[in-house]
Nanobody, 122 residues
Framework: QVQLVESGGGLVQAGGSLRLSCAASGRTFSQYVMAWFRQPPGKEREFVATITWSGARTYYVDSVKGRFTISRDNAKAMVYLQMNSLKPEDTAVYYC???????????????WGQGTQVTVSS
């Protein structure tokens, strides 16, 4: 079992940047594929990005390509989401997720954090 805690959310103006962090504990971090999802107000939770065990491969939803970067530091058991050129439509609760398997945009990740709020003002 692994526990996940997100941080770094907040209020930012359109065009600005935020860096989200997800701290993992409980198991060997490198055994997990990591992902970020988000849930805008009144909408379903949606896939944002994922990164494989060693960080060799990343995959993003089209709406964030070129703006967001997912990364991980296995020595620190951390995964990050650097968000640049933020838009109001990026406003959502952002969730960190983990699974021992590669699931891509599949929502069936075994472990989830509690989320961190990101609000982008126009």
């Amino acid at each position: 079992q692994v526990q996940l805690v997100e941080s770094g959310g907040g209020l930012v103006q359109a065009g600005g940047s935020l860096r989200l962090s997800c701290a993992a504990s409980g198991r060997t971090f490198s055994q997990y594929v990591m992902a970020w999802f988000r849930q805008p107000p009144g909408k379903e939770r949606e896939f944002v990005a994922t990164i494989t065990w060693s960080g060799a491969r990343t995959y993003y939803v089209d709406s964030v390509k070129g703006r967001f970067t997912i990364s991980r530091d296995n020595a620190k058991a951390m995964v990050y989401l650097q968000m640049n050129s933020l838009k109001p439509e990026d406003t959502a609760v952002y969730y960190c997720a983990a699974d021992e398997r590669y699931l891509g945009r599949n929502r069936e990740y075994a472990y989830w954090g509690q989320g961190t709020q990101v609000t982008v003002s126009s």
